[in-house]
């Protein structure tokens, strides 16, 4: 009969185990880290979609984690990527529920120079406002930006179709470019590239033509 409680109080241990079990996060029972990017990234085109209709966007996963138990998804949006003046939203996922919060990183046609920052779009829009791209903006040019060097060459050429991988890394060695400097592409269909190097805080320090590779 002593034992009683402490066995009523086992029974009830187990069964809060088991509530626990039942009801904790899908992601604790095989919710992996593509599933939450899958899903992040599906409403992040209907957020494209229904913010941007009638412009070319492009998305871009930053970082995935999960230390709290929730997955946490930032990602990178260009709106009008390779434009003279593309715009970026950064997005923040958290799931599960999902919740959004986004932030303006670079206004759509803003074209300002600015510190430099690690999204690409936002670098091509800082060289934007600069004096050395007047002649590319007047031409009819669109551009990308890759920081030194470019190593990752299928990303590359996923983020940008036109990229020139030998000749940025050419432009490069010849004016003496650390890693971590971003070069612009600028280029059109059929047609030499121009290349533009920029310091950290988006000062021209090198520029000059380039016969695109075959």
Not at 23 to 28: D, G, I, L, R
Not at 44 to 59: G, I, S, V
Not at 124 to 144: F, W
Request: aromatic letters at 10%; proline letters at 5%; hydrophobic letters at 45%.
């Amino acid at each position: 009969m002593k034992r009683r409680p402490a066995i009523f109080a086992i029974l009830v241990v187990i069964v809060l185990v088991a509530i626990a079990m039942l009801t904790a996060p899908s992601q604790n029972t095989g919710f992996t880290a593509k599933d939450a990017v899958d899903a992040s990234l599906k409403d992040a085109q209907q957020f494209a979609a229904q913010n941007y209709p009638n412009a070319d966007t492009y998305l871009e996963v930053a970082s995935v984690s999960n230390a709290t138990g929730k997955w946490k998804i930032e990602m990178f949006l260009s709106i009008a990527p390779h434009s003279k003046c593309p715009g970026m939203q950064k997005l923040y996922y958290e799931l599960f529920p999902v919740t959004l919060r986004n932030e303006t990183m670079v206004a759509l046609n803003y074209c300002n120079a600015r510190p430099i920052s690690t999204a690409p779009d936002a670098i091509v829009d800082a060289y934007a406002g600069s004096p050395a791209a007047r002649q590319a903006e007047t031409t009819g040019y669109l551009a990308c930006a890759f920081m030194l060097p470019v190593s990752d060459v299928a990303a590359a050429a996923k983020y940008c179709p036109a990229v020139d991988v030998a000749a940025i890394a050419d432009f490069g060695a010849k004016n003496s470019l650390a890693a971590g400097n971003w070069v612009v592409q600028l280029y059109k269909q059929s047609s030499d590239s121009y290349l533009v190097a920029l310091d950290s805080a988006g000062k021209v320090v090198a520029e000059g033509n380039y016969v695109r590779s075959k």
